[in-house]
């Protein structure tokens, strides 16, 4: 009798639960922020307020956290494009670099290269920006230090960066970087190839400023690299060692820009930069029998033309990708102590996806 009565009592229960789930009324968004808005004008206590809608407390919180969430993603949205920022832009960059290092006692290179670099970053507040890209790097080098000879390198490497404004006026950005690369070696007519993996890391802070009619901007900046090079046996059958060499960098400089265009929107500017370089080769050796280390000031100026293209027909294919896009052109050159020189020329595209 007891267990028949149980029985019945259990059937009842799942009956009642399933109607009340069948005829359980369902809130359109329009709904939910009305109640949500009803209960943060406080005219009476949120425990009435879900007694008259007939819904339970914890309902109420659970959408009220929602809107209030929404509501911040959208107002950082607003704040975004009220000070005509990207949410997500796609950027390609390609760079060709030439020169010659002749320091005393680690004899140098001449050469040249390029990087080519696709990549993507996000706005996830007006304040901080985070991004990745990936390059190909190939360059072709003739040294006189590790080895007498060539070096062709080539290989690939990733990037993860960031951005942070503090405040109106300074800025923090930072990066980290590995790449592994293939250096086909030819040395004293012995070839070879040596393969190599770099670490790369560093940071920079930067303020900005305006004065007569241009924003000048102060930075400081440290920059770390390592990379470690495989041993081989060339082609004659002789073993070369592994070895590994860092090298540390320190800058402060400023960039000056203007903020009249010239041309397609696009504005001059013009950077000076003093850094201190630091390399450590404890393992290398160079063909006089010395540790490749060195330690040299450089002056780098720069100069191009950055901004935001405008003036290209929005309805072609060129003129819907281009029309908006930032855009930097530049061109630096630096010197380190007498003859040792590099240059190079960039440009570099982002193109906005919303």
Known sequence: MNKKSGTSKDAADKLVKGIRRKTRKQYSAEEKIRIVLAGLRGE??????????????????????????????????????????????LDFCAAAAWGSLERTGTAGYDGYGYVTTAGADYLLTPDLLLGGSVSYEWGRLEYDALINGKVVRDGWRGDVYGG???????????????????????????K??????????????????????????????????????????????????????????????????????????????????GEWD????????????????????????????????????????????????DVSLEYTDSTFGRNNTSRSLAALLSVPLY
């Open 164 to 190: 942070w404004q503090l405040d109106e006026l300074l800025s923090v950005e930072g990066f980290a970087s590995y790449g592994r690369f293939k250096n086909a070696v030819t040395d004293n007519f012995e």
């Open 192 to 273: 070879g190839r040596a393969d190599s993996e770099r670490w790369m890391t560093g940071a920079k802070i930067e303020s900005k400023f305006d004065a007569i009619g241009v924003d000048i901007s102060p930075y400081a900046s440290a920059t770390y690299m390592y990379e470690c090079i495989d041993g081989y046996t060339d082609s004659g059958g002789s073993v070369i060692a592994a070895s590994s060499a860092e090298l540390s960098q320190g800058a402060f400089g400023f960039l000056i820009d203007s903020s009249d265009p010239v041309a397609l929107g696009l504005s001059p500017f013009i950077s000076l930069q």
């Open 278 to 325: 630091w390399i450590n080769g404890g393992d290398v050796t160079l063909s006089n029998g010395a540790v490749l280390s060195a330690d040299d000031w450089g002056v780098t100026w720069s100069a191009g033309l950055r901004g935001r293209l405008t003036g290209f027909a929005p309805r072609t294919w060129v003129g819907g990708v281009l029309e908006g896009s």
């Open 44 to 89: 009476e206590s949120i425990a009435a307020l879900c007694r008259r809608e007939g819904i339970s407390e914890s309902l109420y919180h659970t959408w009220s956290k929602e809107f209030l969430e929404a509501g911040k993603q959208r107002l950082a949205d607003q704040a975004i494009e009220a000070v005509g920022l990207d949410k997500a832009a």
